[in-house]
């Protein structure tokens, strides 16, 4: 299928990797071939396509990563912008820009299981600060991953660490500058280091 901008200017044409015009299941969207050039989600059977993030978010969730991982213990492990199957009652996927995991919940190929997450991690984009703010926090609650982490690139860097109480989210922390988890694991993060201009 292939779908023309309407947008002044030069014309263009994209071929995307599924039928725009019918509904999915998380079991056929989990079968479309893979495309990196562009992200994609499954909304109540429909698919949403996103652009790839902007170098500010893509060097705070590098960063971000290598800070996550160099503290991990052997038994967990962290993967960026991963298909996650939110398990939910309507055919719905998110790709969070980070999530934290035990190795032996490790799915490969397919999409990862919400339910096997130990933390998620979403940094904000202004196009998405609704969506990751409202949307997919009562989604990742309802789905019962243990923690959400909100990282705000823009100067000074926050986070906001939101954990699962009763099936739903509790602020346990808000940080500028650094913040420390004791769950899953210790991990100690220079909020700092994510930012991209100094």
């Not at 396509?49 to 991990?72: C, D, N």
């Not at 999530?99 to 196009?127: R, T």
């Not at 609704?130 to 000074?156: C, F, M, N």
């Amino acid at each position: 299928m292939t779908a023309a901008s309407n947008e002044p200017g030069p014309r263009y044409t994209v071929t995307l990797p599924f039928d725009p015009r019918r509904h999915y299941t998380v079991e056929e969207f989990a079968r479309l071939p893979e495309d990196n050039s562009f992200r994609y989600e499954l909304q109540d059977g429909v698919i949403v396509v996103s652009p790839r993030p902007v170098p500010r978010h893509q060097y705070a969730l590098a960063e971000l990563y290598v800070q996550v991982r160099g503290q991990l213990p052997a038994q967990l492990a962290a993967f960026q912008e991963v298909d996650v199957d939110l398990q939910l009652s309507r055919a719905r996927t998110r790709v969070p820009d980070l999530v934290i995991i035990p190795f032996d919940k490790i799915k490969q190929p397919g999409l990862q299981a919400a339910s096997d997450l130990l933390v998620v991690v979403e940094i904000l984009s202004p196009g998405s600060a609704r969506d990751d703010t409202e949307h997919k926090a009562s989604e990742y609650a309802e789905a019962g991953v243990p923690q959400y982490w909100l990282i705000d690139p823009e100067p000074p860097v926050t986070a906001t660490i939101l954990t699962l109480v009763d099936g739903e989210y509790e602020e346990s922390q808000r940080a500028e500058h650094s913040f420390t988890v004791t769950e899953p694991c210790p991990l100690t993060i220079d909020l700092d280091a994510l930012q991209l201009f100094k």
